[in-house]
């Protein structure tokens, strides 16, 4: 059967709020957590990567609060991050799992990694693409061009902003294909989307909401194995960073991919799969 947006999509209510999951294939379970940006939802992110990765896991590609389908807090009263964490966990109780392998790009491999460390019992393996706040960016500007860009559009969102933002996500620009411009503009455009990223990212600048600890500096106290992903040519989260993330976690392995931005599951689908699979089922 082929895997569509349709018949693969799942509704959860999770702290009164209705959350989008995708599911699909069976053993393991293996929640995949997207980014953030313009456009972006879980299907956008993982949808290609679905029909390969369901055959070795029961996936669950969960649309993050405010994103996607999902519901959100009309408020944000907490840094975002810990609400999309909390979410995940709601996930992992409304389905009666105990313990799930994490996979999260960007945004999500944030999340991933805040979720670990605060319920290490409840995280098998991780795995983090170009994971946000985890790698220190010493030599690049910052911010970084993908988040300049990421915050010209929530200043002022047009197509033309997202398309900028686009541009930066990738190495070669022949991956943004019309059909993947034509989606992630769509869903760029809702007004609704649009609010639930900017009121997200104003939670990370806030300082009443900042975490008293950066995620940086709790790395060494993450016991999980880990596989880090990263794209050589990322203008987002600069693969400098991934050096520290690889250095201060006790159990992790570093592969950094050639002709790559912060995509890795897109511009290098088959050896993102390929890599993900052997490690998920084999460990370091």
Known sequence: MTLTVENTTRWVTVDGHELRYHEAGEGPALVLLHGSGAGVSGWANFGDNLPVLAQHFRCLILDQPGFGESGRPEVY???????????????????????????GNSMGGTVATLLALEHPGRV?????????????????????????????????PSDEKAMGFLR????????????????????????KGQAALRDAYATFYNPKLAEPVPLWARLKGLEQEVLILWGRDDRVTPVEGSLFAARQ????????????????????????????IDFLNNGL
Request: aromatic content about 4%; glycine content about 8%; overall charge negative.
């Open 77 to 103: 009263e907490r840094n975002y991050l810990r609400i999309a964490a909390d979410a995940v966990i709601g996930l992992l109780d409304e389905l009666g799992i105990e313990k799930a392998h994490l996979l």
């Open 249 to 276: 976690l006790p159990n992790a392995d570093l592969r950094t991919f050639a002709r790559c931005g912060h995509w890795v599951m897109i511009e290098r689908k088959d050896a993102f799969e390929r890599s993900v």
């Open 124 to 156: 098998d393996r991780l795995v983090l693409m170009a994971p946000g706040g985890v790698g220190v960016n010493i030599l690049g500007p910052e911010p970084s061009e993908g988040i300049t860009r990421l915050m010209e559009f929530n200043a002022n």
């Open 168 to 191: 930066a996500m990738v190495s070669n620009p022949a991956t943004l294909t019309e059909e993947l411009v034509a989606k992630r503009l769509k869903a760029a455009a809702d007004p």
